[in-house]
């Protein structure tokens, strides 16, 4: 099956900085890649995706891109807000998700 | 919309003993995966259903958990026995039936298991 590598582990950053997370995928058949945020005790929730057609997308703070020949793709959080902090997962998924180990960013005010 | 709902939130047993969970996904999503979450790790996909049928279990322990999904709504997933190991959360997601390869799960407030 599908194996998705996320790192970094651990983020910190200063309130205003920008974060990036990255993850890497094995099966080439992969073609949707959702990123999940995950608070203390909550259910992840999704809260941006991408799809194999497509090499970047943003939503207001938040972008992702996306490199299928080098199979890796990227979360990136500007301007963050202490209510960043969160637990984030990356995905890849053809009907199926296989979700990174997480990165735990602490985002200090 | 309703999302999706897990029952119980909390459950503590001693080892050896069985547990169950029940599932019921958002309306009309044909697709149904149970995943297990190991403090300060990612969700691992147990089992996926699509409709009734089972389109991957193989990383799920078939010595001890089962899972069905009857009429292709509601699920449980069971442990028999229980161990240590076992202590996570079980998450519950599901999602519209797939057509070109893509689509958003929708996750339920999981199970947090405690075996003692």
């Known amino acids: 099956g599908e194996n998705v590598e996320q790192h970094p582990s651990t983020l910190s950053v200063q309130e205003g900085d920008s974060a990036v997370i990255k993850c890497t995928y094995s099966?080439?058949?992969?073609?949707?890649f959702p990123w999940y945020k995950q608070e203390l005790g909550k259910r992840p929730q999704l809260i941006i995706d991408?799809?194999?057609?497509?090499g970047e997308k943003k939503d207001q703070r938040i972008a992702v891109t996306l490199n299928k020949t080098a199979k890796h793709f990227s979360l990136h959080i500007t301007e963050t807000q202490p209510e960043d902090s969160a637990v984030y997962f990356c995905?890849?998924?053809?009907?199926?998700?296989?979700f990174g180990s997480g990165t735990k960013l602490n985002v200090k005010p | 919309e309703a999302g999706v709902a897990q029952s119980p939130r909390y459950k503590i047993i001693e080892k050896r003993q069985s547990v169950a969970f029940w599932c019921n996904p958002i309306?009309?999503?044909?697709?149904l995966y149970w995943y297990q979450q190991i403090l300060g790790q990612g969700p691992k996909l147990l089992i996926q259903?699509?409709?009734?049928?089972?389109?991957?279990d193989s990383q799920l322990p078939k010595d001890r958990f089962s899972a069905e999904r009857l009429k292709g709504v509601d699920s449980t997933l069971k442990i028999q026995p229980a161990k240590l190991e076992d202590s996570a959360v079980y998450l519950c997601?599901?999602?519209?039936?797939?057509?070109?390869?893509?689509?958003?799960?929708?996750f339920g407030q999981g199970t947090r298991l405690t075996v003692v």
């Open positions: 997601a599901s999602s519209q039936r797939p057509t070109k390869g893509w689509t958003e799960a929708f």
């Open positions: 099966d080439s058949a992969s073609n949707y």
């Open positions: 991408i799809r194999s057609n497509v």
């Open positions: 995905a890849a998924s053809t009907n199926k998700f296989y």
């Open positions: 309306s009309g999503h044909a697709t």
């Open positions: 259903f699509q409709n009734n049928g089972v389109v991957d």
